[in-house]
């Protein structure tokens, strides 16, 4: 019986959150294990699927968090001041679905995975869908090893809020309370990320 001592050589990433952790390690793993004929999925297959209703954080297709899900606020000029119920404007008007699925490609320890990221839709925030597309390929440059690259991105998911309006007609931010010139929120951008694994193998 063989077994797989794992030692990762590179971690090459434009971002180490591009893509979730377990979709980048899922597919090499799937991948290495493919190659090795232990286990050969057929078809497509899902590895990952959510659906939100009521989340306590609002995330982007990456997983990574734009901010929470709160039910009041306080202003941020002054935090004793009076709080505010702000659920209304948060509410989600779909479900917030992911999935990540995969198939096997034409070689030995190929893998094509691709995703998608129904967005998020309230009054106030909005993530637009996104799509996901991946490629791992594992091989072998030696009877005792295998190497293997994985590559991808979520594609799409723009984030944008909306201005809350008093009586004034004046704009300012429901998360804090002030003038919407002052709120300047900065978003988490899922980028291209590329994984290279080198494993060594024992009988």
């Given at each position: 019986m063989r077994v797989f001592s794992f030692f990762i050589l590179f971690l090459i990433s434009a971002n180490a959150f591009s893509a979730d952790a377990f979709t980048r390690n899922y597919a090499i793993q799937?991948?290495?294990?493919?190659?090795?004929?232990q286990v050969k999925p057929v078809g497509?297959?899902?590895?990952?699927?959510?659906s939100e209703k009521k989340p306590m954080y609002f995330t982007n297709a990456s997983g990574m968090s734009i901010m929470a899900n709160s039910t009041s606020a306080v202003s941020a000029y002054d935090s004793t001041s009076t709080r505010y119920g702000m659920s209304?404007?948060?509410a989600l008007q779909n479900d917030?679905?992911?999935l990540v699925g995969h198939i096997n490609g034409f070689s030995k320890g190929e893998l094509f995975s691709i995703g998608y990221d129904s967005g998020i839709n309230t009054q106030k925030l909005n993530v637009n869908n996104a799509v996901y597309?991946?490629?791992?390929?594992t091989m072998s440059f030696t009877e005792s090893s295998l190497t293997a690259i994985s590559f991808g991105s979520w594609f799409g998911g723009r984030t944008s809020e909306s201005p809350c309006i008093?009586?004034?007609?004046?704009q300012?931010?429901?998360r804090t309370l002030t003038a919407w010139g002052d709120y300047k929120p900065s978003y988490p951008k899922p980028?291209?990320?590329i994984d290279l694994r080198h494993v060594w193998i024992f009988d």
């Amino acid at each position: 019986m063989r077994v797989f001592s794992f030692f990762i050589l590179f971690l090459i990433s434009a971002n180490a959150f591009s893509a979730d952790a377990f979709t980048r390690n899922y597919a090499i793993q799937t991948s290495m294990t493919s190659y090795t004929e232990q286990v050969k999925p057929v078809g497509f297959w899902l590895s990952s699927f959510s659906s939100e209703k009521k989340p306590m954080y609002f995330t982007n297709a990456s997983g990574m968090s734009i901010m929470a899900n709160s039910t009041s606020a306080v202003s941020a000029y002054d935090s004793t001041s009076t709080r505010y119920g702000m659920s209304n404007f948060y509410a989600l008007q779909n479900d917030h679905q992911r999935l990540v699925g995969h198939i096997n490609g034409f070689s030995k320890g190929e893998l094509f995975s691709i995703g998608y990221d129904s967005g998020i839709n309230t009054q106030k925030l909005n993530v637009n869908n996104a799509v996901y597309a991946g490629y791992t390929k594992t091989m072998s440059f030696t009877e005792s090893s295998l190497t293997a690259i994985s590559f991808g991105s979520w594609f799409g998911g723009r984030t944008s809020e909306s201005p809350c309006i008093d009586s004034y007609d004046r704009q300012y931010s429901c998360r804090t309370l002030t003038a919407w010139g002052d709120y300047k929120p900065s978003y988490p951008k899922p980028l291209a990320f590329i994984d290279l694994r080198h494993v060594w193998i024992f009988d």
